[in-house]
């Protein structure tokens, strides 16, 4: 019944070592996002794609990379991970923009060292 | 800039007690007011959504209410239970944007 999958739930990373978190979606949703939550603060939004329309926000460093290869599939690609960038990521769907319920999956704790 | 504050930052209440939730916001305009509880470790889940004509909405035992004059919103829950634990977020959506405007949350813990 998960709607919305995110892999895996814990990530170890190495401070410089690339790392990519999946997440995938039976929901058949046209909108895909991707949060950073650190701990005791809110999501941050670092992107999202409509369809196939990749939208970055401003703020969000280079660092971070996405990809959605299909409708079902959004990854999030840290390319050199600080120290800072230990948090949760959280991946969401909606059917269309911020007018619908976005639903969120489990996140991954991501670690680094 | 556009706001969400919620208060209190945290608050602890017994079971069985009911409890209020305060989410102030200076969005505007804004196209819809939702609140999220989250539990630990997981992602938020939806509770309520209202669009600013709406002034309530129930899911459960969760009703949250919306003055939109005053950019106030509030989410009381009836009868809590242990498992109610968990940090309830207010979100905003901007009208122009569709850019969603997080609060930071209230931790709620629920003692038996």
């Known amino acids: 019944d998960a709607m919305v999958i995110q892999n895996p739930r814990y990530q170890v990373t190495q401070f410089g070592k690339p790392v990519t978190l999946s997440c995938s979606q039976t929901?058949?949703?046209?909108?895909m996002y991707w949060y950073q939550q650190k701990s005791s603060q809110a999501p941050k939004l670092l992107f999202h794609?409509?369809?196939?329309?990749?939208?970055n926000e401003a703020d969000t460093p280079d660092n971070f990379q996405s990809r959605r290869p299909n409708t079902s599939f959004c990854f999030l690609d840290i390319r050199s991970p600080g120290l800072g960038d230990a948090a949760m990521y959280l991946c969401?769907?909606?059917?269309?923009?911020?007018?619908?319920?976005?639903?969120f999956g489990p996140g991954t704790r991501l670690l680094v060292l | 800039k556009n706001q969400v504050e919620q208060s209190p930052q945290s608050l602890i209440i017994l079971e069985g007690k009911n409890c209020t939730l305060q989410c102030n916001y200076t969005v505007s305009p804004f196209s819809n007011l939702r609140w999220y509880k989250q539990d630990t470790g997981r992602g938020p889940v939806s509770l309520t959504i209202?669009?600013?004509?709406?002034n309530t909405k129930s899911n459960g035992r969760y009703t949250a209410t919306l003055d939109a004059d005053t950019k106030q919103s509030s989410l009381h829950i009836t009868a809590s239970q242990l498992s109610d634990s968990a940090s309830y977020i207010c979100v905003v959506s901007e009208f122009n944007t569709d850019k969603l405007i997080f609060g930071t949350g209230t931790r709620l813990q629920v003692f038996p």
């Open positions: 794609y409509y369809d196939k329309d990749f939208n």
């Open positions: 209202m669009t600013f004509s709406e």
């Open positions: 929901l058949n949703h046209n909108v």
């Open positions: 969401a769907t909606s059917t269309d923009r911020a007018q619908e319920t976005q639903y």
